[in-house]
C-alpha cells in the first residue's frame, strides 16, 4: 500500500450569518475548507488481524478509512425478529449461539428479544457478533465509531472478547475511534495515530489485568443478577452464596448447594451469573472454579450441570473438569430443590478435579 496523499476540500458558501461571523471575529473571508494528509499505512504482504485508526473527532478517521477501505454499513435489524433470526440464514443455530456467546452476548432470553428493545451495551456485542458472522476471510471489514456508544468498561470488556473470536476466526478488522481507552484491550497488531499521524506495526499491548476480590455475601445480592440468569432467577434457601468485586462493583455472583446422599459428600453448583457488561473475559468461570476449589478444600466433591453450550464448551477444554455424563435429561426428582428439574434438556455434568490437574490432558 503506497503513502497516500489525501486532501478533503469543502467549498464555503457565503451568506448573511458566515459573514456577519467573519467580521466579529475578525477572521479572514474563507472560500473552502481545506485538509491535507499524507499517510502511509504499510500493511500488505504482512500477517495481522487488529488493526486501530485512532484520533479525536475531525482527525480524519473516516476520511483516511474511505480512501483505502470500504466502511462497513451499519446493518438492518428487523423489528419483528429475535436477534437469532437476523443472523444470515445459511448460519445453524449452534453457530450463532457460539458467535454471540464468543463475544460475551452470552444470554439465552436476550437471544430471543428483537434488536431494538436492548440495552446499548447489548447493541453493541450483537453488532459485533453479526459483523464476525458476515465477514470473509479474504477481506479486510472497517467498522467506524467503534465503541462511541456504550460506557468505558463494557466498551473495554467487548473489545477483548472481539479481538479473541476475530483472531480465532482468522478475520481482518480495522476499528476506528476516537477513544483511546479500547486499544491496550483491543491488542492490535497495528495502529494508526492520526492526532500524530504516526504509524506503528506490532503486537506491543496487552490488555490491563483484572484483578477480581472474591468474598462470600448473602443471598440478597442476588436480586441484582437473577434477571441475567439464562435459566432461572430463583435461588435456594440453602444456597452459599459469592460474588466477584471488581472496582468496587459487584460483577459476578457464584452459588452451591448440598448434594444430599450417603455415597459421596458432595457440593452441586447452583446459580452462576455474570453482568452481560462484564461477559467475556472469563470472569463468571473464575469465581465459578473459586468456589469449586473452595468446596474441594473442604473435603467436598463438586458437581455441575449445565445446558448452556458455551459454558460446557469451556470446560471440555479446561483439565480442572471432567465430563461425567452429557444428553437429553429427563424430568427426575431432586432431593436437594424437593421440585422436579431439567425437563428434557440436553445436558452436560462435569465433576471438578482441582488445581493440580491444570497441566494434565484434558479429561472426558
Excluded at 118 to 125: D, E, I
Amino acid at each position: 500500500m503506497p503513502t497516500a496523499y489525501i486532501v478533503k476540500e469543502t467549498k464555503i458558501i457565503p451568506t448573511f450569518r458566515t459573514s456577519n461571523t467573519v467580521s466579529m471575529f475578525n477572521m479572514e473571508p474563507q472560500k473552502s475548507s481545506k485538509h491535507e494528509w499524507t499517510i502511509d499505512i504499510p500493511i500488505e504482504d504482512k500477517t495481522w488481524n487488529i488493526g486501530i485508526i485512532a484520533g479525536t473527532s475531525g482527525s480524519g478517521k473516516t476520511t483516511i478509512a474511505e480512501h483505502f477501505w470500504k466502511i462497513q454499513k451499519e446493518f438492518a435489524w428487523d423489528e419483528n425478529k429475535s436477534i437469532l433470526d437476523s443472523f444470515p440464514e445459511k448460519m445453524e443455530t449452534k453457530q450463532i449461539i457460539e458467535i454471540l456467546s464468543s463475544v460475551g452476548f452470552s444470554s439465552p432470553p436476550d437471544w430471543l428479544k428483537p434488536f431494538h428493545i436492548l440495552s446499548n451495551g447489548q447493541k453493541f456485542r450483537v453488532n459485533l457478533a453479526r459483523s464476525l458472522a458476515e465477514a470473509h476471510p479474504n477481506e479486510i471489514c472497517v467498522i467506524d465509531e467503534f465503541s462511541s456508544v456504550v460506557n468505558r468498561e463494557a466498551a473495554q470488556i467487548g473489545s477483548h472478547a472481539f479481538q479473541k473470536i476475530a483472531r480465532k476466526l482468522n478475520l481482518k478488522f480495522i476499528l476506528l475511534s476516537c477513544h483511546y481507552d479500547i486499544v491496550e484491550w483491543l491488542e492490535p497488531d497495528w495502529i494508526l495515530n492520526m492526532n500524530t499521524q504516526e504509524f506503528k506495526f506490532g503486537r506491543t499491548l496487552q490488555r490491563p489485568k483484572i484483578i477480581l476480590q472474591i468474598f462470600k455475601c448473602r443471598s440478597s445480592l442476588w436480586r441484582i443478577f437473577r434477571q441475567h440468569h439464562y435459566l432461572d432467577t430463583s435461588l435456594h434457601k440453602a444456597a452459599q452464596c459469592f460474588t466477584a468485586v471488581w472496582k468496587d462493583q459487584p460483577v459476578s455472583f457464584s452459588s452451591f448447594i448440598p448434594v444430599i446422599t450417603r455415597s459421596i459428600r458432595a457440593k452441586r453448583g447452583h446459580r452462576t451469573v455474570c453482568l452481560p457488561d462484564f461477559q467475556g473475559t472469563g470472569i463468571g468461570k473464575a469465581l465459578n472454579d473459586f468456589t469449586a476449589e473452595y468446596c474441594r478444600k473442604k473435603g467436598f466433591r463438586f458437581i455441575s450441570v449445565t445446558s448452556h453450550p458455551a459454558f460446557a464448551r469451556a470446560r471440555m477444554k479446561d483439565p480442572k473438569w471432567k465430563l461425567l455424563s452429557s444428553g437429553i435429561k429427563r424430568r427426575a426428582k431432586d432431593p436437594t430443590l424437593n421440585k422436579t428439574v431439567s425437563s428434557n434438556r440436553y445436558t452436560y455434568t462435569f465433576e471438578y478435579l482441582g488445581e493440580k490437574h491444570e497441566s494434565s490432558k484434558n479429561l472426558q
